[in-house]
Every structure is written in C-alpha cells, then in structure tokens.
C-alpha cells in the first residue's frame, strides 16, 4: 500500500497544523503493515520480505518490546539518579529495529545519540549502551567488536564519517555498505548536506536513514525543510524512499532495496522514515510547552507495536504463552540493564588523562605528574574534588 | 643528498608514505591532476591513481569528516586544506571529531590523520591566503600541530606526521615553498629526530631566540646580523607547537639568560605567551630580564601593501633582541 500523509490514518488536522505537511503530496510513502494491523502487499516492496517466516515477524516483535522496556526502565534510572540524561527513543522503535535488522554484520553503523534500540539489536553490552548517559565514558563501547560507532551528539556530524567509511570500503573492494542515522533537524546541518555530496560523487556504498521524529527539541519539522525531507536525498541526486518509520516491514524492506543498491555498486540510498517522537528530546525536555497533546493521540493510534500486535493477532500468533514469554524477555532484560548500570565501575581519577592521545605527550604527561602529585596530598582523592574544598 | 625545494621535499615525503603504507590516501581540493595549488602533490594522482589521491568536492568540513571515516576503516588519510584562512569550516570536525575520536572511543578508534595546511603570510596575497591559525590547534587536546622550517624536516616530518597514530595538523610555511635546500631522501624517519622535538638550529650564548615555520629563516638571519655587532644569539626552531619541546628551550634559557619569541600570528594569545610563560615557570631564577615577544599584531591578516608592517622582520627581531639585553631599544624609556 502505498499512502499520501493524508492516507495515513488518525486526524490529520493536528499534525498539519503544528509539523507541517511539507512540499504537498511529493513523494508518496511506503506502508505495508497498516495501523489497524492489515498486512497489505506491495509489488516492489513484497519480493524484499519473502524470507519473513511467521517466527521472524514474533522476533521482530520481541525486539520492539524489549526496546521500549529498555527505554522506560533507563528513563526510570534517569529520575532515580543514575543517569545524567537519557534520551528517550520513544514511538521509533519500528524504525530502528526494521532498519539495523536489516544490516549484514560486517555493514557499519553511524549512529546519533538516539540508536540506543540500534545498539540493543545489534548486541552492544546493555551496561555499554548506558555508560556514555552515567557519565562513566565518553563512549560506550568498542565499535569494532559490533561494528557500530560509539553515539554521536554533534548533529549530522557522523554522515561524513560514514561517507568516508564508505569510501574505504569501496577502495577495499568489500561488498558491506555503510549506514548513518540522523534525524529531521540534521538535515538542515551543513555537514549532512556535504555527506550527500560526496557521497553521491564517489557513489559509495552508503544508507542515510533519516528519522523523520517531527521534532528537533522544539523546532518542527517544518522550521527545517519547506519540502519533504526525502526531496532533499533526491535533490543530490541520490535514490530516495519514503516509508512508514512505524511500520517495521516497511523499513525493513525499504533498507533491504538501499543495501542491495550498495552492494551492487549503486551508490548511495537516502530514507525518509516517517515516526514520531512520542517522549520529549532528552529527559530534560518539556515537550508541554511546545506541541498538542492532540498530536500525540493522532500518533499513538499509529503506534509501531500495537500495528504489530494486531497483525499476530490476526494470523492467530498472539497467544498468551508469545505474550509472557515477550514480557518475561524485557523485564529480564531490564533488571540486567539495571544491574549493569548501578554495578558499573566509577572511573579512577587519573582516567581523566587516559586517551588523550595513543603516543606520549610532554605536556600531559606533566600535569598528570603534577596532578598524581596534588591527589597525593589528600588521604581521600574524591575530597580533593569538593566544590567547596577541604581546607 | 639532493637539492630541492620545500614544496618538492614534501611531495617526496609523501611519494614515499604513499609507496610504503596502502592505507595512505591523499585527499583535498585541486590535489589531482593540478598537483594543487602549490604544486606539492604534482604528479602523485597520475602515479598512484583516483582512489589514492582524491579531488574532493569543494568543502572543507567534508574532506575533514569523510577523513574520519576513512581513518575508522583504518586507512591514514592526509588531507590538504588549500589556505590556512579556508580551514575553518573544518574547525568542528578537526575540533571535536578528530581530536576527541580517540578520548571518546576509550581508545579503540585511532585517528591517524595528517591535516596539511599551508599557512603565513609575505606572499602578496588577497585576504585569507596568508593566516596563522596554529594556535587554534595547538590550544585543543588530541592534536599534534608541527611545522618544519627546511626542505630536509619537510621531507622527513611529513613522513613522521603521517605514521604517526595520532592525529597532526601539518602547517607548511608557504613562502618558504620555493626555497632551497639539500635533502636527503633516503633519510630513514624513524632514526630522524622525532618531530616532537625542537632543534637548535643556530647556537648562542647571550640571547635565546625561539622560531618557527616561516621565521626560522628570518630569525637565522638575524642571528648572522647581531653576531656583526657582538651578540651572540642562539636561534631555536620548536618544529613542534603542540606539545613545545620545552625540555630544550629551557636548556637554552638556563645557559643564556633572556628570552625572545617570534611569530607571525598576533600576539595575545600566542604560541609566544605560552612559550613565555611556560619558560618563566621552569627557570625563573636564570632569567636576567623578562622574556620579550616579536609577533604580527592583534589584526585581522592584513592587505598586502602594508602585510610587512605586520610580519616580524630582521630589524623588529633584532629590536627584540635589544629588549631582552637592555640594550637602546625603539621602546627605551617606556615603563612596563
């Protein structure tokens, strides 16, 4: 099925208003599972799903589940203290879990500082996924242990280093593809701009998936574009989808038809998956003082899990024991992300030098000397620390 | 031994990472067939192909960032940024992407990136070809910021910049690019002095003169002048801006007693102050007068027909000179 924004479902009125219908019908978008549940066939979309077995579609569903618990239960540890900051993922999981399910593992992720569903289906250490939010880290994980960059906070920064990574390996000769995740406000950043440049001249093997969540904190989406985000790929000159983000076969299959594209030499692929961002930016957003409660209704009623649990349950999947054993996964999954974040290791004082550079350097071999020094002079190196000091 | 220009000594230092290492690639604007602006990539594209040495669309940010992702893959890009005054729309990929990278990633992720920036002034130019920006990078943590001052350093720390695991912004002082100078080729970098360290390139007993880049020549003349009146000046070229070889300008300093910088960027804010100040830390008390800094002034780069009013010259270095030793200097009788 293939819908105009208007085909969507829900009221559109609200959605107009506030985010904008940009540039008219434009590109129309990709829907394959509807919001009622209806799995509905799509000649050029279909062929890319054929191995999609009964068991894969309860996989998919798992995953989304178990994100979202990962979401609520680090939203929990945010407000109890244990988190700094948290960035609730809210309303994309379809996105994120049709997209990376889609990948190859030897394909490489760029991701924002969102991904964190990314980062759970493609089997990042939970107690890694957090780190970066407690403060432990600046990076959470190894990224070539997952071949998944650690989170990127500066907006659209990471489309250029998955151009570049994708350069590399169209020089190496190598048949995986690059994929970069950025968001609606990205696409006004210079950088994603040059990305599509050159990525588009060198014709790399590259995905720019783009979350459309209609809000960049406050701003919506059509403070960024006057047009259609997906005209933007196609303005560079690069193959450009529009698909359902709530819909985790539409994205699925719409990654599918990039990473082919990729593989087989023919360049880059631009996706606009259109979602919604249900939870405010981070959890020191108040998204109250800026958009309806009236649009987050008509988006709930698109939600990306209730489409998928209507859907089993019309193919006669959704029994009780699928259920339990769904929810027995996700609260598992979140007493271990739990464990894994209270139980984490604070850093020793002197990492505050480590990294800086792999070679010695003179400068900073120095003020560690100096500092250790300093530290040394307290029995307790966190009394050193106090504001207010100790003397 | 050969004799060559600077701008060729670098294109040799790079013909030579290229052969050596498959994961060196060479990226930046004009750097093809053209050979670059300045001509030191000439002849490097035809021998080593489009995939190796790249002309890049025209943005620095892009070329910068797309370098990140190439050195993720593990390759060792060597970018051109073609003047020093068109290397800020790079600034936040060099500042918090190349730099931090390694930080961030816990030391997973290595960023063996050489960012080559022709930079100085003297050159007749119009505006933002003749910029000092070193002290940008050399005030951000994770960089390496070098500039050799002579075709045989060109050579070698190139090659030095480029195998080194960490990232380097490479400055080359454009209007020394046609001078000339023996080279030799076959010099081994790694048995080479590391490009860390700063070379006392002329030696001295009343006077330390520190240098870099394109004033090392000037500062060298200078020397030859004030031996003429009886002064005996020793000139050092830092060749490295970040981290400042200290260890030998203070050697330096304890033997001779006064202190003067030379740079072509503004003052406040300089290399020169922290050189100042980092000297005054380590040997106060052999210090006979306070160090004096010789520097272009606190202005945008200016236009050509007054751009020597701005650069240090002989005479200003050796008016420098004069200050350290108490001797009748253009400032006598000014208090502080």
Known sequence: MVTDDAGQGGTAAGRDNKTGHQGGAGHSMVQLITPAGERVSHPEYDPWLKDVSDEQLCSLYEDLVVIRRIDKEATALQRQGELGLWPPLLGQEASQVGSVRALRDDDFIFPSYRENGVAYCRGVDLADILRVWRGAASGGWDPYTVNMAIPQIVIGAQTLHATGYAMGIQNDGADSAAIVYFGDGATSEGDVNEAMVFAASFQVPLVFFCQNNHWAISEPVRVQSHTQLVDRGTGFGIPSMRVDGNDVLAVMAATRVALDRARRGGGPTFIEAVTYRMGPHTTADDPTRYRDANELEDWAAKDPIGRVHALLDRKGLFTEEFETGVRTKADAVARELRAGCIGMPDPEPLDVFKHVYSTPNSWLDRQQDHYSRYLATFGDPEVATQEEGAR | ?336
């Open chain 2, 1 to 336: 031994m050969t004799q060559m220009t600077f701008a060729r000594a670098i294109n040799s230092g790079l013909r030579r990472s290229l052969d050596n290492d498959p994961k060196v690639v060479l990226m930046g604007e004009d750097i093809g067939a053209l050979g670059g602006v300045f001509r030191v990539t000439d002849g490097l594209q035809k021998d080593f192909g489009k995939h190796r040495v790249v002309d890049t669309p025209l943005a620095e940010s892009g070329i910068v960032g797309t370098a990140v992702g190439l050195a993720y893959r593990g390759y060792r890009p060597v970018v051109e940024i073609q003047f020093d005054g068109f290397v800020y729309p790079a600034f936040d990929q060099i500042v918090s992407q190349v730099a931090k990278m390694h930080y961030r990633s816990r030391g997973t992720v290595k960023m063996p990136i050489t960012i080559r920036i022709p930079f100085g002034g003297g050159i007749g130019s119009p505006e933002h070809h003749s910029e000092s920006p070193e002290a940008y990078f050399a005030h951000t943590a994770g960089l390496r910021v070098v500039t050799p001052a002579s075709p045989q350093d060109a050579h070698t720390m190139i090659q030095q910049a480029i195998s080194c695991d960490d990232p380097v912004v490479f400055f080359e002082p454009k209007r020394r690019y046609h001078d000339k100078g023996e080279v030799d080729e076959s010099l081994d970098p790694n048995s080479a002095p590391p490009m860390g360290r700063a070379s006392v390139v002329t030696d001295g007993s009343d006077v330390t003169l520190v240098a870099y880049g394109p004033l090392v020549k000037t500062a060298r003349d200078a020397a030859t002048a004030a031996a003429d009146e009886g002064v005996s000046v020793e000139v050092i070229d830092l060749r490295s801006l970040a981290p400042v070889d200290f260890a030998t300008v203070e050697a330096s300093v304890r033997k001779t007693g006064r202190l003067v910088i030379t740079h072509e960027a503004g003052q406040s804010n300089g290399l020169g102050a922290e050189v100042a100040a980092s000297i005054t830390e380590r040997c106060f008390y052999h210090l006979e007068a306070a160090p004096v800094r010789v520097t272009g002034f606190d202005v945008p780069y200016p236009y050509s027909k007054v751009e020597m009013h701005h650069l240090p010259n002989l005479d200003r270095i050796l008016d420098g000179v004069d200050r350290a030793l108490g001797r009748p200097n253009s400032l006598s009788g000014l208090e502080g």
